[in-house]
């Protein structure tokens, strides 16, 4: 009896120590962490509205396929998973080279790859592989109970351009093969510099007497006459409209940025529901940025009796027109915006829809802001009859701007004739518009009376000139008198030149005696963040010029150079010492603004060990935090490594080169959450410049 207990406590403890070995090994298999690259998707790399394969992503030792197609106005869509044990797809879109995104995740669990039909992928809750316990794997699987869930399908698509997308967009039908338990569904979003506006059914916004309105719909406001003073198509109510944050608009193409038009990026439309029977119904959304949420409802009685299947649909739009269309009675049509920077307006363009055949004379200029209403005039451009057009229309007007000073862009429309247009415009929920009914046409006066204003923004966008350029007038002669020098160039003015083939504007800041650009080369913006992405700008080899490999998406070579200039925009990595990129070693490449490869503009250069020492050492903090708080906005864009060629410590640690070299390294800035200071590295590391002026 004693050694039949013995054994049977034998058994046991053997059992319960191939438990833990196994629970151990599962354990540490699922938080081995994987190399998982970051995938930028170029918008010029993709199909327009056809979805590709990109890539691969490996996390937790599976393979899934990665999927993007570009809409036609060149913004991006990528589709793939998130492995959450099981895995989960999501959608991501991007605008503006990534500037602006919004990515939902799908709150099911599906296969980690989708399948493909046609031009769907369909990503599906019967794929979702079977994950079992420790206690599952040690017993026959007929008797290993793992969780099931209802069967759902997401398909996701390309959306084709229509009147209301000029770019087209994407959808994800998301269909329930049994009534769900809840009549919700939450999806987790996450997005970057993008604000929401909620456009409710227009009997909620307007009341009797704004805007002469008479009575309203859901859809359509009234005057006495019975004329239509505004509609709102029944998929824009209960949608949302969605815009660069903080009202960013306009076209900065001419002065080295990219044409923002009128700021709009996506226009999520309230989703339609409908089952197998062709039965249909509008679902509830709201979009909550706070929690990171977009919450569907639909009415659970009508679940109750639908036909299953049943197919959510909403649809994401990629257009920057207005979803809400103003009627043909009102004669000035003014929307309010805030002025980017110093400057110049060379044009003003407005979005019009015929109202009647053959059009009527039209024009466009600006007006000083005054406490909220239009003000006095600034410029305005010539009358023109765009005939029967349903589009964008351009209009020269000449006139300067004043960094952020409010100013009110206006078109006026001669509608005499019985002919107009109508114009285009959301709800934003801040007072940015106004209307006048009985303005006399090409009359520019200043404080245009009878003006009704409304939380409105209107489908116009100015595009800007570039300023006067910085002039070296040395060796000129004026009344005979010669000039020697460089007239003296005040720290705070903005830099214009050309960097990777492109024109480009940087400003600059005064700092411990020295005038610094305001941001790494290769970066859109000045850092808001130490951690804003698109502020981390380029990495580049010590020596090198902008030849392309300093970009985080270029081509790697393990191929050494044998000149200064390689000839090529490839990375060059993998080397063993001295660890640069070229042999022999040439110490003079950054030396200086006539440094042979000095990648900064004329009258810029590399800063030296010693500036980057004095600059450091003034911070409030020596790490990331006091490097951020310093005027520079200095930010922890990582580093490309040279030994196998990847970018890694991205937000992790900042590292900026120096122009001095150390024996057969060079010396750099480094920063990180309990450091900060001046080391040595190999040459062929890829790090941020900050270009500082020459004294």
């Known amino acids: 009896m004693r050694k039949f207990i013995t054994s049977i406590f034998f058994l046991l403890s053997v059992a319960v120590i191939v438990i833990f070995i196994i629970f151990v090994v ?99 809750t019967a794929d979702k592989p079977v994950t079992l316990t420790p206690w599952q794997k ?19 698509y390309p959306m084709q351009p229509d009147s209301q997308n ?36 227009l009997n909620q916004e307007y009341k009797a007497s704004d805007k002469g309105i008479v009575s309203c719909t859901q859809t359509d406001c009234y005057d006495k006459n019975g004329q239509v003073i505004d509609h709102r198509p029944e998929n824009v109510v209960g949608s949302y409209a969605v815009y660069y944050k903080d009202g960013k608009s306009g076209d900065y193409t001419a002065i080295g940025g990219k044409n923002y038009t ?13 089952d197998a029977k062709g039965n ?101 451009g010539t009358a023109v009859n765009p005939g029967d057009l349903s589009g964008y229309y351009s209009i020269n007007v000449t006139g300067s701007i004043v960094k952020n000073n409010l100013y009110f862009l206006a078109v006026q429309k001669d509608s005499s004739g019985g002919s107009s247009y109508s114009t285009f415009y959301d ?64 720290c705070g003015n903005l830099v214009n030149f050309t960097y990777n083939g492109n024109p480009v504007i940087y400003r600059t800041v005064s700092h411990n005696g020295a005038c610094w650009m305001d941001r790494n080369l290769g970066a859109s913006e000045v850092a808001t963040a130490y951690n804003d992405t698109r502020a981390y700008g380029d990495l580049f080899q010590w020596g090198r010029l902008a030849d392309g490999h300093q970009l985080r998406t270029s081509g790697i070579t393990t191929n050494l150079s044998g000149s200064d200039n390689p000839g090529n ?19 003079n490449l950054w030396q200086g603004v006539s440094g042979i490869n000095n990648p900064c503009p004329p009258g810029w250069r590399i800063p030296t060990q010693a500036e980057w020492t004095t600059e450091y050492s003034s911070w409030s903090s020596q790490d990331y935090n006091g490097a951020f708080a310093s005027p520079l906005k200095l930010t922890e864009g990582g580093t490309h490594n040279y030994f196998n060629g990847l970018v890694v410590n991205v937000s992790i640690e900042g590292y900026y080169w120096s122009s001095t070299v150390n024996y057969t390294y060079a010396d750099y800035l480094s920063f990180y959450n309990s450091f900060a200071g001046v080391e040595s590295t190999g040459r062929a590391n890829g790090d941020s410049v900050r270009c500082i002026q020459n004294p």
């Open 166 to 201: 000029e770019g087209g967009g994407m959808e994800f039908d998301t269909i329930f093969y049994e009534k769900p338990t809840a009549n919700q569904i939450v999806f987790p979003i996450e997005t970057a510099n993008l604000d929401f506006f909620y456009q409710p059914p």
């Open 26 to 124: 599962n354990m540490g298999s699922n938080n081995t962490p994987s190399q998982q690259p970051q995938n930028v998707i170029k918008a010029k790399n993709l199909s327009v509205l056809k979805i590709a394969s990109v890539g691969k992503t490996v996390s937790e030792g599976v393979v899934s396929e990665e999927y993007a197609f570009k809409t036609k106005d060149n913004g991006t869509v990528q589709i793939g998973t998130e492995r959450h044990s099981p895995p989960k797809p999501y959608v991501k879109m991007d605008k503006w080279d990534g500037e602006v995104s919004l990515k939902i995740q799908m709150p099911f669990e599906t296969g980690d790859n989708p399948q493909v039909r046609g031009d769907k992928l369909r990503y599906s």
């Open 427 to 490: 709800l934003i929920g801040e007072q940015r518009e106004g209307y006048n009914t009985s303005h006399t046409f090409n009359d520019w006066g200043d404080n245009p009376s009878g003006m009704f204003y409304f939380t409105d923004r209107l489908s116009i966008y100015a595009t800007y000139a570039p300023s006067a350029m910085n002039m070296d007038i040395s060796g000129l002669k004026i009344q005979g008198i010669n000039i020697g020098t460089t007239v003296p160039w005040p």
């Open 569 to 587: 925009s490839n990375f060059i990595y993998g080397m063993g010492g001295p660890t640069d990129w070229r042999s022999p070693q040439n110490d």
């Open 138 to 156: 040690l017993i026959p699987l007929s008797y290993a109970q793992t969780p099931t869930q209802p069967r759902v399908d997401i398909d996701i």
């Open 280 to 380: 249909k119904i509008w679902g509830d959304m709201n979009i909550n940025t706070d929690t990171g949420t977009l919450t569907i409802t639909v009415d659970q009685n009508w679940l109750d009796n639908a036909t299953y299947p049943v197919t959510v649909d909403p649809l994401f739009g990629s257009t920057d027109i207005g979803g809400n269309t103003n009627g043909n009675v009102w004669m000035l049509d003014a929307s309010r915006f805030t002025a980017p920077d110093n400057g110049t307006i060379s044009s003003i363009t407005v979005y019009l829809h015929n109202y009647t055949s053959g059009g009527c004379n039209i024009n466009v200029g600006y007006y000083n802001d005054n406490a909220g209403s239009v003000g006095t005039q600034v410029a305005h």
């Open 262 to 274: 009128t700021g709009k990026a996506f226009h999520i439309y309230r989703p339609e529901v409908s």
